[in-house]
């Protein structure tokens, strides 16, 4: 096939060459964005008269052809054409002829490419949106199945303080609305467009920018069309906020990986988010999750790669930039298969309430709040801090815990200590009592999650 840019040279480059330039197997997704940016285009061309109405008609009626046919697989895609532009403008051309080869005045791939794909990118982070707002009901749901729900909040992963699941789960949620935030606001500045930027400096032609823009549905044309074909710092910002979130995602992978094995045992994974092993039957293993954490490494992978293909690159657009798609592309693939599975995994997983609790019986995780009963009875925290330790030392030498301390031991120990000491260290009254703003007390706990149905609630709207 001739190349369309054959002209100052032959085009005939070795097929070697021409595979190693070809982006048509990682762009072609990005079809229907082509064929509508090339309308808006062929409409305003003819509304600004640099093209007759019937020409425009004409291209408009073909691409959607082109459109249905391609939908409904009755075209496809040439994998030997260069890139879906060159693509698309090829069977324009067969069909329309002369019509067809008008299509590019005032336009270069440059602006092209770049509209297409912050139009692609545009649909796909509201897509993830949602994908996260699933996840965030999911998350609300377990954590209301979990507001009485004990478990060891932990540190160095050591045992604490006692704390409710469902603090712990929130804490997931938090982090999860923060990535909604930062999606929304990385498409605010995308949405800018570039078409008509042409290759680099404008156009000679009496173009409306606006118009296309409009149509389009962005918010407006970028300002100047050298900064239009040239940055890639949208594709930057969504891989930033997509390598965020996974990050998130792959720290609560690695929990529930814990949490599913034989130690903790605080969770049952359901078998459709576990695999067996080949080898040992007793195993139940946690692949999902394992694979969610793995693939956050692509996803910065994903990310460095972008940042440093554009570091060196001098102003208008380079081919480097031509690698953009297939990392961002694979970040949207892996971060929306990642989010597909995390969800039904999250809430179909069973929570072993009671093993939560045993383990926060043991390991003196109620310390704390001996020491604080002290203090609210008039000793100084330094003071307290160290009786509590001298007795934790005491216990496990002993085989004890602060629960089963006799009165009399405790009363050696200070003459502070009233009957109600019990009371003051059970799980329970530990949790209650920190009342304190965002802490795990229930009526804490319950206001997050008011703050997060309503969240949801509102971005449904
Ligand atoms: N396939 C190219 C890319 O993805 C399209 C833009 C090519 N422009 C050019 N002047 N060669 O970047």
Known sequence: MEKLWAGRTSGAASKLADDFNSSIGVDQRMYRQDICGSMAHANMLAACGILPASDAALLVDALGDILEELESGKLTIDPAAEDIHMFIEQVLTDRLGDVGKRLHTARSRNDQVAVDLRMYLRDEAAAVEEKLKALLTAIADQAEANVDTILPGYTHLQRAQPILFAHHLLAYAMMFTRDLGRLSDAVKRMNESPLGACALAGTTYPT??????????????????IDAVSDRDFCVELLSAFALMMMHLSRFSEEIILWASWEFHFIELDDGYTTGSSIMPQKKNPDMAELV????????????????????????????????????????????????????????????????????????????DLADYLVKKGMPFRSAYKLTGGLVTECMKNGQVLETVPFARYKELSSLFDSDVYDAIRLETCVEKRTSEGGTGKASVLAQLEWLRALLNDTEK
């Open 208 to 225: 409306d920018r606006q118009m296309t823009a409009k149509a389009l549905g962005f918010d407006g044309p970028c300002r100047n069309s």
């Open 293 to 368: 954490r793995g693939k956050t490494g692509r996803v910065y992978g994903d990310l460095m790669g972008t940042l440093t293909m554009l570091k060196g690159l001098p102003l208008a657009y380079n081919k480097d930039m031509q690698e953009d798609k297939e990392a961002i592309f694979d970040a949207v693939d892996t971060v929306k298969q990642c989010l597909d599975i995390f969800t039904p995994m999250l809430a179909t997983m069973k929570v072993q309430k009671e093993n939560m609790r045993h383990a926060a019986q043991k390991g003196f995780i109620n310390a704390t």
